[in-house]
């Protein structure tokens, strides 16, 4: 099970690449090569996946049923805009403007690496996030890990 971490500031250059950063692309796992699939966020963000995770998450995606209207429309939402990218040798992925442009990712950005994805956030709605925090994030952490967890 993949367990990518970390919080990497970045920059796009002009053309939309960014540069992976060194600490990361050590955590990539093999399998995934020199690629990463990227999609639209649940938030403003994108979110990219080393291939070999993308080909799992492909493959629920597909499982779903084309016959239920709730299923359909979320395959069709979660892999608008899906990109394969292939990482260059000067450890570059080029971002598809159409993604860049719903993310609004320019300049300074942000990813944010956990489990078996990369989040890809404008710096300033990274910082719009955090400042969201909830004002009581030990109740939160309760009520979402002990559901999870089964604890009553």
């Known amino acids: 099970m993949l367990n990518l971490n970390g919080e990497f500031e970045c920059k796009l250059d002009a053309k939309g690449r960014l540069i992976i950063p060194a600490a990361l692309k050590k955590q990539l796992p093999k399998e995934a090569g020199d690629a990463f699939f990227i999609n639209r966020g649940f938030e403003k963000n994108c979110v990219m996946y080393p291939a070999n995770e993308w080909d799992n ?12 209207k709730k299923e359909r429309e979320f395959k069709r939402y979660f892999l608008r805009g899906a990109s394969k990218l292939d990482m260059d040798a000067a450890s570059r992925v080029l971002l598809p ?3 860049q442009e ?9 990813l944010l690496a956990y489990g078996n ?9 990274y910082e719009n996030m955090l ?10 952490a309760e009520e979402v890990m002990s559901k999870r967890n089964n604890v009553q």
Request: charge should be negative.
């Open 97 to 99: 403007k159409p993604l």
């Open 102 to 110: 719903y993310a609004n990712l320019k300049g300074d950005v942000v």
């Open 131 to 140: 400042n969201a925090e909830p004002e009581d994030f030990s109740a939160l």
């Open 57 to 68: 998450i492909a493959g629920e995606i597909n499982k779903l049923s084309d016959y239920i």
């Open 117 to 125: 994805k990369i989040e890809i956030w404008s710096k300033a709605e």
